[in-house]
């Protein structure tokens, strides 16, 4: 396995969530995993909704646990139809306020909508086992970028890269994700300056047994530098 998994504990697993039928309107724990947007992009759970420093990084909860509300009812019937079917899926409306790092809504969107799987609802009141990891993810804000993806595999930008070790062989999505273990907190950095907000807050907020971090930028002493390749940042 990845060597960011070295501080795992063995754990009794977590047992499969109850496929019964859910009701419109019932309190749930829902995982949230922020790369199975149907178009590809990257809501977060704001960590700091109301910030007033002006900066236009965002940062949050990407992965991980998340109270909400079933927003129709669910049948275990459904599980009959293709594997597929969006229907499969539980409809919760996620509690809090997201946003996308190219911030395209004039808000931030406060509680979305988002398909679940069965398995990955839990009713509240059910004991909520701690995660096995907390991971920060500190990234450039332009994902789409196409002369990004096409760049080098080790370029920090490259969101393909990220993707491999995020969520590719050997990665905390292919060891975590079905018992919902772990939790990503991202951030997604505009400027040097943006830096400043992944402080304590942030710390406080990851709350796994392990944690660790992931810096996706390129440190320079070159404001030059900083101004035309993306991904760079000051190493002051």
Wanted: proline share 7%; with cysteine.
């Amino acid at each position: 396995g990845a060597h960011y998994f070295s501080c795992m504990r063995p754990s009794d697993g977590v047992a499969a969530a109850e496929v019964r039928t859910l009701a419109q309107g019932e309190a749930v724990r829902a995982f949230y995993h922020a790369n199975d947007h149907p178009d590809g992009f990257r809501f977060v759970r704001l960590l700091d909704p109301e910030d007033s420093t002006g900066s236009k990084a965002v940062i949050g909860l990407s992965t991980g646990w998340i109270p909400a509300t079933v927003a129709e009812d669910w049948s275990p019937d459904v599980l009959k139809s293709s594997s597929d079917a969006p229907e499969r899926r539980v409809l919760v409306r996620l509690h809090g306020t997201f946003a996308d790092a190219y911030q395209q809504d004039p808000a931030p969107v406060v509680g979305m909508y988002w398909r679940v799987e069965r398995n990955h609802i839990r009713p509240i009141g059910v004991p909520q086992p701690p995660a096995e990891l907390s991971l920060l993810v500190v990234r450039w804000w332009d994902y789409w970028n196409p002369k990004s993806k096409s760049s080098r595999s080790h370029n920090v930008a490259n969101e393909e890269m990220l993707l491999d070790v995020l969520q590719g062989p050997h990665s905390p999505q292919e060891a975590m994700h079905e018992q919902g273990v772990y939790e990503v907190h991202s951030a997604f950095i505009r400027e040097s300056s943006d830096l400043k907000r992944v402080g304590a807050s942030m710390a406080t907020s990851m709350r796994g047994h392990c944690r660790a971090g992931l810096y996706f930028l390129w440190p320079t002493q070159r404001p030059a530098q900083e101004r035309r390749l993306a991904g760079a940042v000051s190493d002051s």
